[in-house]
């Protein structure tokens, strides 16, 4: 059995230092909404707190900003990153060398205005799922040459048996003024690829986007670091140059937008080192 996990919007994907843990820090920026999406037909024996999250057409969409959550369940410690996800995904080390990952995003922290929600796993393998319409480039780095950049991450995994739990935890304050960590197990069913001759594998999402386009939102990946590391930014240049690599994600903007890394809702994904 496998599970999808789909990664959309302004995430970057950090492997933790000294841990097995690979994990989507989800950015605080402006409009931007964090969500956990799970279709609601894959859902085991929800409880009276999930059912009475909102929906959206077939999905159960949970707020995320302020939460952290841990996928249980998978096979495996280590989560491979596939070579054309790392090609694809711009590594902030080589962009930056000289920043240092901050205490908040190893301890889980929630920062408001600057690190939104969190999301661990351990094995499974992370893949491109989508392109940006153009390539990219860093001028005067590694990253020069031009290339096709992800925008949404697919993360797969093989599952230990029929489901996946998701650990949802998030700090709430009490009627009494004390504080509290609100906690709530989520299973999800896995499946079988229709390839294999199974019905599917249930996709859940964990997108943080906003729902119109907003520009100049790159340089937000920066929060992950300790004081953004603000010397050491450097904006991504949009080429002329098409991405031929498929599927590309939907664009919201003009074409001749050409001044940020994502004209469009989806935001590049980025990765920590």
Same mark, same amino acid.
């Given at each position: 059995?496998?599970?999808? $996990? $789909?990664?959309i919007?302004?995430i970057?994907?950090?492997?933790?230092?000294?841990?097995?843990?690979?994990?989507?820090?989800? *950015?605080?920026?402006?409009?931007? /909404?964090?969500?956990?999406?799970?279709?609601?037909?894959?859902?085991?024996?929800p409880? /009276?707190w999930?059912?009475?999250? =909102?929906?959206?057409?077939?999905?159960?969409?949970?707020?995320?900003?302020? &939460? &952290?959550?841990?996928?249980?369940?998978?096979?495996?410690?280590? +989560?491979?990153?596939?070579?054309?996800?790392?090609? !694809?995904?711009?590594?902030?080390?080589?962009?930056?060398?000289? #920043?240092? *990952?901050?205490?908040?995003?190893?301890?889980?922290?929630?920062?408001?205005?600057?690190?939104?929600?969190?999301?661990?796993?351990?094995?499974? %393998?992370l893949?491109? %799922?989508?392109?940006?319409?153009?390539?990219?480039?860093?001028?005067?780095?590694?990253?020069?040459?031009?290339?096709?950049?992800? #925008?949404?991450?697919?993360?797969? !995994? /093989?599952?230990?048996?029929?489901?996946v739990? *998701?650990?949802?935890?998030?700090?709430? @304050?009490?009627?009494?003024?004390? !504080? &509290?960590?609100?906690?709530?197990?989520? !299973?999800?069913?896995?499946?079988?690829?229709?390839?294999?001759?199974?019905?599917?594998?249930?996709?859940?999402?964990? +997108?943080?986007?906003?729902?119109?386009?907003?520009? %100049?939102?790159?340089?937000?990946?920066?929060?992950?670091?300790?004081?953004?590391?603000?010397?050491e930014?450097? =904006?991504?240049?949009?080429?002329?140059?098409? #991405? @031929?690599?498929? =599927?590309? #994600?939907?664009? %919201?903007?003009?074409?001749?937008?050409?001044?940020?890394?994502?004209?469009?809702?989806?935001?590049? $994904?980025?990765?920590?080192?």
């Amino acid at each position: 059995m496998k599970i999808f $996990i $789909i990664f959309i919007g302004l995430i970057a994907q950090v492997n933790q230092p000294m841990s097995f843990d690979n994990t989507a820090v989800l *950015l605080d920026a402006p409009d931007h /909404e964090a969500r956990l999406i799970i279709p609601v037909q894959s859902l085991i024996n929800p409880d /009276e707190w999930l059912k009475k999250q =909102p929906t959206n057409g077939p999905n159960v969409e949970i707020d995320l900003k302020g &939460a &952290a959550v841990r996928v249980t369940g998978t096979r495996g410690v280590f +989560s491979d990153l596939r070579r054309n996800f790392t090609d !694809a995904s711009p590594g902030l080390k080589t962009i930056a060398p000289g #920043c240092k *990952l901050r205490d908040e995003v190893r301890n889980r922290q929630i920062v408001p205005d600057e690190l939104a929600a969190y999301v661990d796993f351990r094995g499974g %393998h992370l893949f491109p %799922h989508a392109y940006l319409p153009k390539k990219l480039s860093f001028t005067g780095t590694a990253l020069e040459e031009p290339r096709c950049t992800v #925008c949404r991450t697919r993360y797969e !995994a /093989e599952l230990r048996g029929n489901h996946v739990t *998701l650990v949802f935890k998030k700090k709430v @304050t009490n009627p009494d003024g004390t !504080a &509290a960590i609100e906690t709530h197990e989520i !299973a999800v069913a896995g499946g079988r690829p229709k390839e294999e001759g199974g019905a599917g594998v249930p996709e859940i999402q964990i +997108s943080n986007k906003p729902p119109h386009a907003i520009e %100049h939102h790159f340089k937000v990946h920066y929060n992950i670091y300790v004081g953004k590391c603000a010397s050491e930014q450097l =904006p991504p240049v949009v080429t002329s140059e098409k #991405c @031929t690599i498929g =599927p590309i #994600c939907e664009q %919201h903007a003009a074409e001749d937008t050409t001044s940020v890394a994502d004209p469009g809702d989806d935001c590049t $994904i980025v990765r920590h080192p």
